[in-house]
């Protein structure tokens, strides 16, 4: 399986600052990585795929980046709607893995 | 637009079988798409379990993939899941989704809005 590690785990900013979550894979995957956000109680919702295509109806904030390896998840201005739990995810492998989730919290 | 609904018996007993159903609507089970089962256990991360296409090609993940079988029916629109052998740490919530491909991406933008599976006696 291809390991996803994620980085923070966790992480306190608040409103208006700019935040990047980092993923790296075990193995190269191309562009092959997504973003989910996910709210408690929630189901995850996509909000970056293939590396750096921002899914239909998702605010231009958010933004991702990399390939091979090495990706990165930056949103540029901090919302009060943006404090969530993301999960990077690959799809090169057809055994899909998610990274461990990084909580994003208000300081 | 494509909804999915997820469905199934919210208690089950050790040793037991799993059952869940993803009914899919406003759309088609045989679309280009592969359709997903994905768990998460309380205060932990997703897992992907498995896929299926309306064909009835599957993948599913090495470390479930003795306990794990999903089926698709055509005629109801919908795709199922069975985990036998189930422990306390089959515990989670159970979401299906549906998976999208555009070129270079491969990715879940429809997901239901999960069930909640325990197991125990």
């Known amino acids: 399986d291809i390991q996803m590690t994620q980085s923070p785990s966790s992480l306190s900013a608040s409103v208006g600052d700019r935040v990047t979550i980092t993923c790296r894979a075990s193995?190269?995957?191309?562009?092959?990585l997504n973003w989910y956000q996910q709210k408690p109680g929630k189901a995850p919702k996509l909000l970056i795929y293939?590396?750096?295509s921002l899914q239909s109806g998702v605010p231009s904030r958010f933004s991702g980046s990399g390939s091979g390896t090495d990706f990165t998840l930056t949103i540029s201005s901090l919302q009060p709607e943006d404090f969530a739990t993301y999960y990077c995810?690959?799809?090169?492998?057809?055994?899909?893995?998610f990274g461990q989730g990084t909580r994003l919290e208000i300081k | 637009q494509v909804q999915l609904q997820e469905s199934g018996p919210g208690l089950v007993k050790p040793s037991g079988t799993l059952s869940l159903t993803c009914a899919v609507s406003?759309?088609?089970?045989?679309?280009?798409?592969?359709w997903s089962w994905v768990r998460q256990p309380p205060g932990k991360g997703l897992e992907w379990i498995g896929e299926?296409?309306?064909?009835?090609?599957?993948n599913y993940n090495p470390s479930l993939k003795s306990r794990v079988t999903i089926s698709v029916d055509k005629s109801k629109n919908q795709f199922s899941l069975k985990l036998s052998s189930v422990t306390a740490a089959d515990t989670a919530v159970y979401y299906c989704?549906?998976?999208?491909?555009?070129?270079?991406?491969?990715?879940?933008?429809?997901w239901g809005k999960g069930t909640t599976v325990t197991v125990s006696s």
């Open positions: 193995q190269s995957i191309s562009s092959y």
């Open positions: 989704a549906r998976f999208d491909a555009r070129p270079g991406g491969y990715y879940m933008d429809v």
């Open positions: 406003g759309g088609s089970i045989s679309s280009s798409n592969w």
């Open positions: 995810q690959q799809s090169y492998s057809t055994s899909i893995t």
């Open positions: 299926i296409y309306h064909s009835g090609s599957t």
């Open positions: 293939a590396a750096s």
